[in-house]
């Protein structure tokens, strides 16, 4: 299978706004600013992003608040639950329009993440050519049990995509969206906690779309590992180190939602 490549336009990201390394007002602030909203439910947004830097895809941005500083780290977990059905209701329209392949979710936090705004939003891009699902091998979200309930479970990755935690939740339909909002937030927070010593975290969240689930992939940045970069080899921590760091994260991060079960 072809490997996929998307093309990227300088000349578009140089006329991109950035209060993460530049200097820039925030747009998403200043609403009437926008181009073109797409839907809009309570205090989040969906909208056309305006600076398309990638050829043959459709760039979207769904601003999680109208609040400059919400985190999702956070937020109560009712808001959270009320973004995420935001954020699948955004998914499944964009999954729907027959022009594209495939979907994607991203989310960039922090100033190792790729993150140009500080404003706490995510992305839904729809690929013209490239099926983003048979681009990803799935022993990459398989590993260490953190999480099974009914229809959402978790895991820490044993294979990882680049090293050396990445953290791997599953949600089908039929799951409940409290008990994803409750399982998220509380992975973020460990995440953010792992990189307390940095003056500010940064984190990845991926989304896949398939027929029958959603897959998200929590991953901590820092400087991206040479051996990842030059080699496409991935690093990951001995497993009695992984084994302490998933019981650490069930019975610190998740007691209350395994408790509940
Ligand atoms: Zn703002």
Known sequence: MEKACLTFLPNVSLLKPNDVLGQSACPFCQLTALEKILLEEGDALWVENKYRTLEETYQTVLIESKAHDFNLAYCSLEKLKDLLEFIFACWEKLAADSRFSST????????????????????????KKWD????????????????????????????????????????????????????????????????????????????????????????????????????????????????????????????ELLNRQ
């Open 104 to 127: 994607l979710f991203l989310k960039n936090y922090g100033p190792w993440s790729g993150a140009s705004l500080r404003h706490s939003h995510s992305q839904l891009v729809a690929l």
């Open 132 to 255: 983003v699902t048979k681009q990803a091998d799935p022993i990459h979200f398989a590993g260490l049990d953190l999480y099974q309930g009914e229809g959402v479970s978790a895991t820490l990755s044993t294979q990882p995509i680049m090293g050396y935690t990445e953290l791997n939740i599953s949600f089908e339909p039929k799951g409940s969206v409290e008990e994803l909002a409750e399982l998220l937030q509380a992975l973020v927070i460990f995440i953010l906690n792992q990189q307390a010593d940095r003056k500010e975290g940064s984190y990845n969240l991926f989304g896949w779309r398939y027929l029958d689930h959603y897959q998200f992939k929590l991953v901590p940045r820092y400087i991206d590992s040479a051996y990842f970069v030059g080699f496409g080899i991935a690093q990951v921590f001995p497993m009695d180190k992984l084994e302490k760091m998933a019981e650490d994260i069930r019975s610190h991060y998740l007691k």
